[in-house]
């Protein structure tokens, strides 16, 4: 389009300053032109650098949105000083280090302009300029979309940033705009950015979606406001907040973010009001950091597409719900670490999948006056420093209402749980808590469930309609004062009868009482813990042997002999490095971490515990210990709570041998989201992170650890070696036995060595075979036969009460029955 002419209307009152005409440039107009008067640009393409100084009205055709192009070939298309009217213009502008449109003094009115540039930014506003910008569309796919800076600010009405390489609306260095009804989407940097102290946005009606990056970014004590807005559709996460800024949501709407929906740490402050969160893949909101703060009140929050806690608050961080909804998430509100603190009060946590309110790592939460259904666990308070309150609330419709375990210490009040499957209260590993007039009912287990003589004290409690008993005590330690059930008092006169006169009833059926406790008391009996509860930690003591002893009692095994060269060619790796150090030579770098593949029995834990001696006997581990641990120590019952057991694990394991038993049952082959393949992730970073502290074996069926080490790129690399523990033969077995029987100061009688040795070699090598397992009960067997003979003898010698003969072994198991051949024709 070729450049057209422009008229100047002179809107002065003195004829004499100027006359009205039309000029052939865009640049001569403008010389002539003062405050009020108004160019109309004629359609075409203007290549000009334009400088509005004066008040001035400049508009191309009403409607007609194009027609007139301001497009220099570089520097900026438009610079604003002045309050003048833009509006019908098409800018364009080429230049990499400017924007396309400079707003830098007075308060322009910009109007139905498009900003089709590849600049650093389409619009840009500063200093003390104030513009309102109305209707305006930027595309920038070079750079920045709008930007208001050093202390900028105006307003924006009914615009839209189509498209920016960068942030799609940018706010830093004091600026402070106010953006109403505008659309901000296909930006690959945050959606808006605001940045810097003294910084500020006010947004109302506002919708960002479709962001290759953040949709809100807060940070560096900048602050915003966000009304009635939604952001959608982001890459990463759909708001953060960073290093003390302040952000307030209010009936703002923040939907299908494939990461955090809200994200704040570093002292930042959020408040929402009459907002909800829906459709986000990691945390609903995450909080994290001392001084870190969420206020929220009448939110929603619900649909997680992931397997993390819809609120998560840690590190010190301190997050309020108030009259909140949160529904149809793996679990509610997750809080842990001393100082972290959750206040959760008239709010309702439903269709939970794990656990609605979850308190771990000293951390404490304050629930009152909540309704909580429809979860796996209502609350857990998982272990020492973890507390609170829970004070007035209903749990209906879960598997357990409050789990207490490993030291913790709530307080509870006035609580009601209705319908658990499994216990209304559970107390485990040394879980303390009081619960004052709390009930339950219905359960399908027990009411109040208190085993491993937990210190739990029980004030005027009650339950009624409890399957297996309204009271569950397993060892002293409970204290229950004025406690009753429904159940008739006759059963409880029959125990107390029945256990012997010179004790209160409570005491004899396992409970401490105080006062009374009314009703019947179930007799203590062991029953499966609730779900997840479960924890099993073997640590064998550090040694203080030599390396040359350890590896005299390896030698001593029997059989194996492939696996001592193993080990003996990796000790001698590992000792001639560290003489190579003293030396002031380099040193090979040797993986310690290891792989043992083999059937059962065949010794591997064994082998791992001498191993972790002799690299304590080396210098290379501080103690040496083994702490074995298989699937059930490593995966909870989300993701979150993964991480945590893992890195539990790995801690008790510091200075010595972390054992990981059937290590390929972390990564079943029909796993699908299954999370042991978080446990495997978090293993593989602990490994690199601390690779001088823990040795880590893992071990399993030779087929089945190929898989696993497969699983993720950086198992394999971390475990250099395998070790194959082949099955014992028959002469080996034997030895086994003769070992047992030294040890146990026995004799193998005349034949019986012979008898044992075909006894070996006939035995099924089936699934059952157990290898040395096998060879010692085998051995007990034989002692057990063996007392059966001599008990009938009248004055047994010492050989008949050492000698062990063929007749004491067991009869081979039975052949499975197999289908009758058909009698030939």
Same mark, same amino acid.
């Given at each position: 389009?070729?450049?057209?002419?422009?008229?100047?209307?002179?809107?002065?009152?003195?004829?004499?300053?100027?006359?009205?005409?039309?000029?052939?440039?865009?640049? !001569?107009?403008?010389?002539?032109?003062?405050?009020?008067?108004?160019?109309?640009?004629?359609?075409?393409?203007?290549?000009?650098?334009?400088?509005?100084?004066?008040?001035?009205?400049?508009?191309?055709?009403?409607?007609?949105?194009?027609?007139?192009?301001?497009?220099?070939?570089?520097?900026?298309?438009?610079?604003?000083?002045?309050?003048?009217?833009?509006?019908?213009?098409?800018?364009?502008?080429?230049?990499?280090?400017?924007?396309?449109?400079?707003?830098?003094?007075?308060?322009?009115?910009?109007?139905?302009?498009?900003?089709?540039?590849?600049?650093?930014?389409?619009?840009?506003?500063?200093?003390?300029?104030?513009?309102?910008?109305?209707?305006?569309?930027?595309?920038?796919?070079?750079?920045?979309?709008?930007?208001?800076?050093?202390?900028?600010?105006?307003?924006?009405?009914?615009?839209?940033?189509?498209?920016?390489?960068?942030?799609?609306?940018?706010?830093?260095?004091?600026?402070?705009? /106010?953006?109403?009804?505008?659309? &901000?989407?296909?930006?690959?940097?945050?959606?808006?950015?605001?940045?810097?102290?003294?910084?500020?946005?006010?947004?109302?009606?506002?919708?960002?979606?479709?962001?290759?990056?953040?949709?809100?970014? &807060?940070? =560096?004590?900048?602050?915003?406001?966000?009304?009635?807005?939604?952001?959608?559709?982001?890459?990463?996460?759909?708001?953060?907040?960073?290093?003390?800024?302040?952000?307030?949501?209010?009936?703002?709407?923040?939907?299908?973010?494939?990461?955090?929906?809200?994200?704040?740490?570093?002292?930042?402050?959020?408040?929402?009001?009459?907002?909800?969160?829906?459709?986000?893949?990691?945390?609903?909101?995450?909080?994290?950091?001392?001084?870190?703060?969420?206020?929220?009140?009448?939110?929603? &929050?619900?649909?997680?597409?992931?397997?993390?806690?819809?609120?998560?608050?840690?590190?010190?961080?301190?997050?309020?719900?108030?009259?909140? /909804?949160?529904?149809?998430?793996?679990?509610?509100?997750?809080?842990?670490?001393?100082?972290?603190? !959750?206040?959760?009060?008239?709010?309702?946590?439903?269709?939970?999948?794990?656990?609605?309110?979850?308190?771990?790592?000293?951390?404490?939460?304050?629930?009152?006056?909540?309704?909580?259904?429809?979860?796996?666990?209502?609350?857990?308070?998982?272990?020492?420093?973890?507390?609170?309150?829970?004070?007035?609330?209903?749990?209906?419709?879960?598997?357990?209402?409050?789990?207490?375990?490993?030291?913790?210490?709530?307080?509870?009040?006035?609580?009601?749980?209705?319908?658990?499957?499994?216990?209304?209260?559970?107390?485990?590993?040394?879980?303390?808590?009081?619960?004052?007039?709390?009930?339950?009912?219905?359960?399908?287990?027990?009411?109040?469930?208190?085993?491993?003589?937990?210190?739990?004290?029980?004030?005027?409690?009650?339950?009624?309609?409890?399957?297996?008993?309204?009271?569950?005590?397993?060892?002293?330690?409970?204290?229950?004062?004025?406690?009753?059930?429904?159940?008739?008092?006759?059963?409880?006169?029959?125990?107390?009868?029945?256990?012997?006169?010179?004790?209160?009833?409570?005491?004899?059926?396992?409970?401490?009482?105080?006062?009374?406790?009314?009703?019947?008391?179930?007799?203590?009996?062991?029953?499966?813990?609730?779900?997840?509860?479960?924890?099993?930690?073997?640590?064998?003591?550090?040694?203080?042997?030599?390396?040359?002893?350890?590896?005299?009692?390896?030698?001593?095994?029997?059989?194996?002999?492939?696996?001592?060269?193993?080990?003996?060619?990796?000790?001698?790796?590992?000792?001639?490095?560290?003489?190579?150090?003293?030396?002031?030579?380099?040193?090979?770098?040797?993986?310690?971490?290891?792989?043992?593949?083999?059937?059962?029995?065949?010794?591997?834990?064994?082998?791992?515990?001498?191993?972790? *001696?002799?690299?304590?006997?080396?210098?290379?581990?501080?103690?040496?210990?083994?702490?074995?641990?298989?699937?059930?120590?490593?995966?909870?019952?989300?993701?979150?709570?993964?991480?945590?057991?893992?890195?539990? =694990?790995?801690?008790?394991?510091?200075?010595?041998?972390?054992?990981?038993?059937?290590?390929?049952?972390?990564?079943? *082959?029909?796993?699908?989201?299954?999370?042991?393949?978080?446990?495997?992730?978090?293993?593989?970073?602990?490994?690199?992170?601390?690779?001088?502290?823990?040795?880590?074996?893992?071990?399993?069926?030779?087929?089945?650890?190929?898989?696993?080490?497969?699983?993720?790129?950086?198992?394999?690399?971390?475990?250099?070696?395998?070790?194959?523990?082949?099955?014992?033969?028959?002469?080996?077995?034997?030895?086994?036995?003769?070992?047992?029987?030294?040890?146990? *100061?026995?004799?193998?009688?005349?034949?019986?060595?012979?008898? +044992?040795?075909?006894?070996?070699?006939?035995?099924?090598?089936?699934?059952?075979?157990?290898?040395?397992?096998?060879?010692?009960?085998?051995?007990?067997?034989?002692?057990?036969?063996?007392?059966?003979?001599?008990?009938?003898?009248?004055?047994?010698?010492?050989?008949?009460?050492?000698?062990?003969?063929?007749?004491?072994?067991?009869?081979?198991?039975? +052949?499975?029955?197999?289908? !009758?051949?058909?009698?030939?024709?």
């Amino acid at each position: 389009m070729a450049q057209g002419t422009v008229q100047v209307t002179h809107g002065g009152s003195s004829r004499w300053r100027r006359r009205s005409g039309e000029y052939p440039t865009l640049a !001569a107009a403008l010389a002539v032109a003062g405050d009020g008067d108004v160019l109309s640009i004629a359609p075409g393409t203007y290549r000009e650098n334009l400088v509005l100084d004066h008040a001035v009205t400049l508009r191309g055709p009403e409607g007609s949105v194009g027609s007139v192009r301001i497009a220099p070939l570089d520097g900026v298309a438009l610079t604003v000083r002045a309050s003048a009217v833009v509006q019908d213009l098409h800018l364009e502008g080429q230049d990499r280090a400017a924007p396309a449109l400079l707003v830098e003094e007075g308060s322009p009115e910009l109007t139905d302009l498009r900003v089709s540039t590849r600049s650093a930014a389409g619009i840009e506003v500063r200093g003390g300029a104030r513009p309102l910008v109305r209707r305006c569309t930027v595309e920038n796919p070079a750079g920045v979309g709008i930007a208001v800076l050093d202390g900028g600010g105006g307003v924006f009405e009914e615009c839209e940033v189509v498209a920016a390489g960068q942030t799609g609306v940018c706010v830093r260095g004091g600026g402070r705009p /106010r953006l109403e009804r505008c659309r &901000i989407h296909h930006a690959s940097g945050a959606g808006i950015a605001v940045t810097g102290e003294g910084s500020g946005l006010e947004a109302l009606g506002c919708e960002v979606y479709e962001i290759k990056g953040t949709g809100v970014q &807060i940070a =560096a004590r900048a602050a915003a406001r966000l009304t009635d807005c939604s952001v959608h559709r982001t890459s990463t996460d759909g708001v953060t907040l960073d290093t003390d800024a302040v952000l307030t949501l209010a009936g703002c709407d923040i939907h299908d973010i494939p990461e955090n929906a809200v994200d704040l740490r570093s002292r930042s402050v959020l408040t929402l009001s009459r907002t909800t969160v829906r459709r986000f893949g990691r945390n609903g909101l995450s909080v994290w950091d001392p001084g870190t703060r969420v206020d929220a009140e009448s939110c929603e &929050i619900h649909d997680s597409t992931g397997d993390y806690p819809a609120v998560w608050i840690s590190d010190g961080a301190t997050a309020s719900l108030s009259s909140c /909804r949160v529904h149809d998430v793996p679990d509610a509100v997750f809080v842990l670490d001393r100082g972290s603190r !959750a206040d959760v009060v008239d709010s309702d946590l439903s269709q939970v999948r794990n656990t609605a309110v979850s308190v771990s790592d000293g951390a404490t939460a304050q629930v009152d006056d909540c309704r909580i259904r429809e979860a796996a666990t209502g609350a857990w308070f998982r272990d020492h420093g973890s507390g609170g309150t829970l004070a007035n609330c209903t749990i209906d419709a879960v598997q357990t209402g409050v789990i207490v375990t490993k030291g913790a210490d709530p307080a509870l009040e006035r609580c009601t749980v209705s319908s658990p499957t499994e216990a209304g209260f559970y107390v485990s590993a040394g879980g303390r808590g009081s619960f004052q007039s709390c009930r339950v009912t219905g359960s399908s287990g027990f009411g109040f469930h208190v085993i491993d003589g937990c210190r739990t004290t029980l004030t005027r409690c009650h339950t009624e309609r409890c399957a297996r008993g309204g009271y569950e005590f397993a060892e002293d330690g409970p204290v229950a004062e004025d406690c009753t059930s429904d159940e008739s008092g006759s059963r409880l006169a029959a125990q107390s009868a029945g256990a012997g006169a010179g004790a209160p009833a409570g005491e004899r059926a396992g409970i401490r009482t105080v006062g009374a406790v009314r009703g019947p008391v179930v007799e203590a009996a062991r029953v499966p813990a609730p779900r997840g509860v479960k924890e099993a930690d073997r640590e064998s003591p550090g040694a203080a042997r030599g390396s040359g002893e350890v590896l005299g009692q390896l030698d001593a095994l029997v059989g194996l002999d492939s696996v001592k060269r193993e080990v003996r060619a990796l000790t001698d790796m590992i000792e001639v490095g560290r003489r190579r150090q003293q030396a002031g030579l380099k040193a090979a770098s040797v993986r310690r971490h290891l792989v043992f593949t083999g059937n059962p029995g065949t010794g591997k834990t064994t082998v791992a515990r001498l191993y972790g *001696e002799i690299l304590a006997s080396l210098g290379v581990l501080e103690r040496g210990h083994l702490v074995e641990v298989s699937r059930v120590d490593l995966v909870g019952e989300h993701i979150g709570s993964t991480a945590i057991r893992t890195q539990e =694990a790995f801690d008790r394991a510091r200075g010595g041998v972390l054992f990981i038993d059937e290590a390929y049952a972390l990564s079943p *082959e029909d796993s699908g989201r299954d999370f042991g393949r978080e446990a495997i992730d978090t293993l593989v970073k602990l490994m690199e992170d601390h690779r001088d502290a823990v040795v880590v074996i893992v071990a399993g069926y030779t087929a089945e650890m190929d898989r696993f080490l497969t699983v993720n790129p950086g198992v394999a690399s971390r475990f250099s070696r395998t070790i194959t523990f082949g099955d014992y033969g028959p002469e080996e077995l034997l030895r086994i036995v003769e070992q047992q029987a030294e040890e146990h *100061e026995y004799r193998l009688g005349e034949g019986t060595a012979k008898a +044992l040795l075909t006894y070996f070699t006939e035995l099924p090598k089936g699934p059952a075979f157990g290898n040395g397992r096998t060879a010692r009960q085998t051995f007990e067997s034989m002692v057990e036969r063996h007392a059966g003979r001599v008990a009938q003898l009248p004055d047994p010698g010492t050989d008949e009460l050492t000698l062990l003969f063929p007749e004491d072994l067991p009869a081979l198991p039975a +052949l499975p029955n197999l289908p !009758a051949l058909p009698t030939p024709c």
